[in-house]
């Protein structure tokens, strides 16, 4: 999803494989499009497909959920599925995994431990991309919607959107797994990060300070990246 209808515009946010979206305006070869999340932005036509009649849309088929994975399609080609993706009823898992819709709540609850664990294990190693929501490259909001997303408990896009839900957590030190920690580098306070609290003084994150994945100790005063963290930390949220 870009800012503007053209490719040399920034990206906002992305919407994956399989998920619909709402047409709100067109531009040449351009769509203005609404995710359920109730973030807009511009998709070239070439990414978007027509939804299926709404008996194949409830189909069982239809509601399997890349956790990772590359797929055969009809033909014998082959794509890669970040996680979050659906698949489209006629793919073949060729590699990785894959969750039928119906199995979520049980493999991925609505508890802060599993939350924090999925953090970690889905993106260790994630790049820092601006407009991101998957582990092949995401900035710090992207990734805790998705994240808490899967875990069923859903967030807005952007993290000053993200700081408004919940209720208050208290100070940085007394954070609880789960809980989300937000920081600001701007003179107005106007929340530019999030990050995800793991307990014990402990955050993950996805920041650009630190070029994507991180887990970061708030009591190692000595590195300099989380003294300023520690400075720059506005108030934090519990949104379980």
Not at 2 to 8: G, I, K, L, Q
Not at 91 to 113: H, K, S, Y
Not at 160 to 189: C, H, I, M, N, V
């Amino acid at each position: 999803m870009y800012a503007e209808p053209h490719v040399t515009s920034i990206q906002v946010s992305q919407r994956l494989c399989g998920h619909e979206v709402e047409l709100l305006e067109e531009s040449d070869d351009w769509h203005r499009v609404r995710g359920v999340d109730g973030y807009e932005g511009w998709i070239h036509r070439g990414f978007l497909a027509p939804a299926p009649p709404a008996a194949a849309r409830r189909s069982a088929l239809l509601s399997r959920i890349s956790l990772g994975c590359i797929t055969e399609l009809p033909g014998g080609s082959t794509r890669a599925l970040p996680l979050g993706a659906r698949l489209s009823p006629a793919e073949q898992v060729r590699w990785g995994e894959v969750i039928d819709e119906p199995e979520l709540p049980t493999r991925f609850p609505r508890v802060a431990v599993p939350i924090t664990r999925s953090a970690q294990e889905f993106y260790e190693g994630a790049s820092y991309l601006w407009g991101g929501i998957t582990p092949w490259g995401a900035d710090c909001s992207g990734f805790a919607q998705t994240i808490f997303g899967l875990h069923g408990v859903p967030l807005p896009r952007d993290a000053w959107q993200q700081s408004e839900t919940g209720t208050d957590a208290g100070a940085l030190e007394d954070l609880e797994p789960a809980d989300l920690a937000f920081f600001t580098d701007r003179k107005d306070k106007r929340v530019t990060h999030v990050a995800i609290a793991l307990g014990k003084s402990r955050i993950v994150h996805l920041a650009l300070g630190r070029g994507g994945f991180a887990v970061e100790s708030l009591t190692n005063t000595k590195d300099p990246y989380v003294g300023k963290l520690r400075k720059r930390f506005l108030r934090a949220r519990r949104v379980l």
